[in-house]
């Protein structure tokens, strides 16, 4: 679908335009879904022609106003499922890990939140019929703790491929594109350029389905230090983050973020972690799940906050080929 050009909305020049691409506003969509806030920031331009920008977008991209209850459904209809690898975990997740969704690991080092990462960048490969989403996948690694080698020893893990295909790892590792990122601001920027390559893919046969972040908050808790510092911080963090359910609805993509966890000191009872992020994560991860170590290869994953699943945990495990029951 040949969409029009930024020039073509009302209110904005070639001059504006330049401004909006640079800030990571590349499509009528993404400014469609923007704030006038943001707008102003991005193109200096005030806020009563942000307004108009966004309108003419809204028009333009058909996005935005209020839906009736059965356009939200039809919209649902187009949520796609992606497996784990794990029936258990697919059946705690409602069949599968849901698109137009952020979906926040949380959990202590060790626990699998990355090992989750991996195998969601194959599965996402896989055919529809297999629970893949015949897409491909972006991510963008804080941690350097992307590793080629371990796609290719999971591989080994998959279903036989159907009649007449093969599974080559050089295949899935093409269809993976993976930027390192270095602090935070960074880190905001590579989710801009993410909405890029997304956008050129887009009408082809692999669209970008899925956009993890591994790890979301671990910049921000590195270089925002002290009370002083942490208004800053959750404005930040919530640009960002908005910035990634933008690249799901747009995309129809699963965003995948994980998270660490620290102690909590007024806890004497249960479990005395919870996750880094405050309440800013907390309320725009769509799912929440909680992964814990268990014995050996044994993980635990605990749904908890979902808008439409009941809270319950599943075991699964994280072995050499991948994660299994
Ligand atoms: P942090 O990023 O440090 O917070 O931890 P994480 O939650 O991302 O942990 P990660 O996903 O990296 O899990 C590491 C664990 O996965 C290891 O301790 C192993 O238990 C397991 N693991 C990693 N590679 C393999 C493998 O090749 N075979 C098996 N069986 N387990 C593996
Ligand atoms: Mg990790």
Do not use: C
Not at 29 to 54: C, D, H
Not at 183 to 211: C, F, M, T, W, Y
Not at 307 to 322: I, K, M, Q
Request: net charge negative; proline share 5%; hydrophobic share 40%.
């Amino acid at each position: 679908m040949p969409s029009k050009l930024l020039e073509d909305l009302p209110g904005v020049g070639p001059a504006t335009a330049e401004k909006l691409k640079a800030a990571g506003f590349n499509s009528i969509e993404a400014i469609a879904v923007a704030s006038p806030g943001e707008l102003v920031a991005a193109a200096e331009v005030g806020e009563a022609t942000a307004a108009k920008i966004i309108a003419g977008a809204r028009e333009a991209a058909d996005i935005g106003g209020f839906e009736t209850g059965d356009q939200i459904l039809e919209r649902r209809k187009l949520v796609g499922k992606l497996t784990t690898g794990s029936k258990g975990f697919n059946e705690l997740m409602g069949g599968g890990l849901e698109t137009q969704s952020i979906v926040e690991l949380y959990g202590e080092f060790g626990s699998g939140k990355t090992q989750v990462a991996h195998q969601l960048a194959i599965n996402v490969q896989l055919p529809r019929e297999m629970g893949g989403l015949d897409g491909s996948a972006i991510i963008i690694d804080t941690e350097n703790t992307f590793r080629p080698e371990r796609i290719a020893q999971m591989i080994k893990g998959l279903p036989l491929a159907p009649e007449g295909r093969t599974w080559d790892p050089d295949e899935f590792l093409k269809n993976i594109s993976v930027a390192r990122a270095y602090n935070s601001n960074h880190q905001i920027l590579l989710a801009e350029s993410a909405i890029d390559l997304a956008e050129k893919a887009r009408g082809s046969e692999r669209p970008v389905k899925l956009l993890i972040v591994d790890s979301v908050t671990a910049h921000f808790r590195a270089e925002y230090v002290g009370r002083g510092t942490l208004a800053d911080r959750q404005q930040k963090l919530n640009k960002h983050l908005h910035d990634l359910m933008r690249f799901a609805d747009i995309n129809n993509a699963l965003i995948l973020v994980t998270n660490q966890v620290m102690a909590k000191p007024d806890t004497f009872f249960g479990d005395p972690t919870k996750p880094v992020g405050g309440h800013v994560l907390g309320h725009t991860a769509t799912f929440r799940l909680y992964l814990r170590k268990s014995k050996g290869e044994k993980r635990i994953a605990r749904l908890v906050d979902s808008p439409n699943l009941p809270d319950g945990e599943t075991v699964f495990s994280v072995t050499t080929e991948g994660l299994k029951d």
